[in-house]
């Protein structure tokens, strides 16, 4: 749990503190923060779902940080929230392929007999998370390729957290739509 909660933290301050300390830190220490980043979910990844993918992730950060070591350059880093995005995304298809969806897997945790239109929804869910993540991906991807640090910092370290709030709160509401026509009819 306080692997995942540093993760998570870590995660979510990593284009912020890029921005704001990258003329004052070497990028090397961003990239033993990528290899540590890298390490955290190679020892959580034996108990996860697309242990695979996180596993990818790890030695992909790897290689970013080596790069950016070798380079001393700030700019490989970058590609850090794109990466990000492309293994929830292949964690989250994988669990398309190989049911139960992702979001049915979360669900049943605290509701472990779903009905048949919840497993449906949760399915759709998962899509729609999927098609969250190439859009999200593909911005990251875009913002480290051409835009200036402070639009890829902005981006990354708010504007697509707030998106993801957007998502998770619209799909909120919508679950509770799904749950009371269902419980009426």
């Not at 979910?41 to 992730?57: D, E, S, T």
Request: glycine share 6%; with cysteine; charged share 15%.
């Amino acid at each position: 749990m306080l692997r995942t909660i540093a993760f998570t933290v870590v995660t979510m301050s990593y284009p912020l503190a890029v921005w704001l300390l990258g003329d004052r830190l070497s990028p090397r220490v961003f990239a033993g923060v990528l290899v540590l980043l890298g390490a955290l979910r190679l020892v959580g990844a034996r108990k996860h779902v697309g242990a695979v993918g996180w596993v990818v992730f790890a030695v992909a950060a790897f290689c970013l940080a080596a790069m950016a070591s070798f380079l001393n350059e700030v700019w490989p880093l970058r590609w850090y929230p794109a990466l990000v995005n492309a293994v929830f995304l292949s964690t989250f298809l994988f669990t398309l392929v190989r049911p139960p969806s992702m979001a049915e897997r979360i669900a049943r945790l605290t509701e472990p007999d779903l009905p048949a239109f919840a497993i449906a929804y949760t399915r759709r869910v998962t899509v729609a998370w999927c098609c969250f993540f190439v859009v999200n991906g593909t911005l990251a991807a875009l913002t480290a390729a051409f835009s200036s640090e402070r639009v890829w910092a902005l981006y990354n370290g708010a504007i697509a957290y707030v998106l993801i709030g957007l998502m998770a709160g619209g799909e909120y509401l919508l679950r509770r739509r799904v749950k009371a026509s269902h419980a009426h009819g």
